[in-house]
């Protein structure tokens, strides 16, 4: 296992993960990340208040940025208008 950090970058500035994942292989760190994302936006919606500019920047621990996750890939994003739209 590795550990990786999810640092969070968004338009209100750059959140530094101090302490990381322990994570087996980037599939799983891939996962993690849309998991993480999706929480957060969960979070997010709650309040009434949704953003999708932010984007998890992980790097293992030597350094290296092995993914950068668009919040905005984490979900797929259904308008009404398209219900109100018949064929």
């Given at each position: 296992?590795?550990?990786?950090?999810?640092?969070?970058r968004s338009v209100g500035g750059y959140h530094i993960?101090?302490?990381g994942i322990d994570?087996?292989?980037l599939e799983a760190v891939r996962r993690e990340a849309i998991a993480g994302a999706?929480?957060?936006?969960?979070?997010?919606?709650l309040t009434g208040r949704l953003s999708l500019e932010v984007v998890f920047e992980v790097i293992d621990e030597q350094g290296?940025?092995?993914?950068?996750l668009p919040f905005s890939s984490a979900v797929q994003i259904d308008a009404y208008d398209r219900l109100t739209h018949r064929s």
């Open positions: 296992m590795a550990r990786y950090f999810f640092h969070e993960d101090e302490h994570v087996p292989d999706r929480s957060m936006i969960a979070a997010a919606a290296t940025l092995v993914l950068t």
